[in-house]
């Protein structure tokens, strides 16, 4: 009789006890719902102490899973690390997951919050995760610690929002959804156009009609091919898309910038310039000769411009072949024929 009633105190105690952290669970749960509720943009903020309450005073396995963004307000004016734009993207993460996740029946709901974590208010924290260096985003799920979390790769932030839903998904069985971003142009914003477009339709065939319009202006044309040749043969299109800086610090002293770089297989952005200057002064002397010197009636005048031109097209075209010498170790020089 007395192990019968050990044993139905013992159930009890376990059923009291199994009771117990179920509500304690759900009351995490509850209270990170309704601050994610409150925050505009769906992220929690984070400190040392609702790191303790939410993270390391908790039991695993946890029944939800924290995607922290570790942020630095004093480091917001650094360009090269992005904060504030990785920050808005993680944001509107957020925002898409809640969205595409609020249905209580869903089974990501009440799966995964979203929180950061500011330097000056959290080192503590930032030592606990071992976070040295920025930017990070960790995701601590239910069974780790948050020294056994996983580290977002600083490559994949170039996709920004994109990359931050492929890597909780591929960490976590959770659905993420489609990312809403917002439209350029609000409702609002796009309705004032469309009025300021009919507006405008009878005015602009007004002057279509009348050919007072800025394609109608053949100087606009002139300066628009001018531009396009210039472009062209500076290499402009290679500096953007290899990302060529302008000039460079030379290596022997720093205080000195290096424009020409020796070496066939870089070329710096003041190397492009020079030489699409050079060729944009070679074409425009050859049209200004064969467009506008032949009108000209005075042959003195003819001769002495058409001896001007071809001397500063030859300067022009030697400094260029010097340059293209220079950089690949290559001679371009005159071929005369055997014969003469």
């Not at 424009?259 to 699409?276: H, K, N, P, T």
């Amino acid at each position: 009789m007395a192990l019968r009633l050990s044993l139905l105190i013992a159930v009890f105690s376990l059923t009291l006890f199994s009771g117990s952290v179920r509500s304690s669970d759900s009351d995490l749960v509850s209270e990170l719902l309704a601050l994610q509720s409150h925050s505009k943009s769906g992220v929690i903020h984070l400190d040392d102490r609702s790191v303790s309450r939410f993270l390391t005073s908790v039991k695993t396995p946890r029944p939800y899973s924290l995607l922290v963004f570790f942020d630095a307000t004093q480091l917001h004016d650094k360009a090269e690390l992005q904060l504030k734009t990785l920050h808005a993207e993680f944001s509107l993460f957020a925002k898409s997951f809640i969205t595409n996740n609020q249905d209580p029946d869903s089974s990501s709901y009440g799966k995964l919050f979203f929180c950061d974590l500011e330097f000056k208010e959290s080192q503590s924290s930032f030592t606990l995760f071992g976070v040295n260096s920025l930017p990070h985003i960790k995701l601590i799920g239910p069974n780790q610690t948050p020294k056994q979390s996983d580290q977002m790769d600083q490559g994949d932030f170039s996709r920004l929002a994109e990359s931050m839903s492929h890597f909780v998904e591929s960490k976590t069985n959770l659905v993420v959804g489609p990312i809403h971003r917002p439209p350029f142009l609000s409702k609002k914003q796009l309705a004032l156009v469309i009025v300021g477009i009919l507006i405008w339709i009878p005015f602009a065939v007004k002057k279509i009609v009348m050919g007072e319009t800025l394609l109608h202006d053949p100087k606009l044309w002139l300066a628009g091919s001018v531009f396009v040749y210039f472009f062209s043969v500076s290499g402009a299109m290679h500096n953007i898309i290899r990302k060529m800086p302008m000039f460079l610090a030379d290596r022997n002293n720093p205080n000195k910038l290096v424009f020409f770089y020796q070496g066939s297989g870089m070329q710096l952005g003041a190397e492009g310039f020079a030489i699409g200057f050079l060729y944009t002064i070679v074409g425009l002397l050859l049209a200004f000769v064969t467009r506008v010197l032949v009108k000209v009636k005075n042959v003195n005048v003819q001769r002495a411009v058409m001896i001007v031109s071809l001397f500063v097209s030859f300067w022009a075209v030697k400094k260029v072949v010097y340059l293209d010498n220079w950089k690949t170790g290559y001679g371009i020089h005159g071929f005369w024929p055997s014969s003469w």
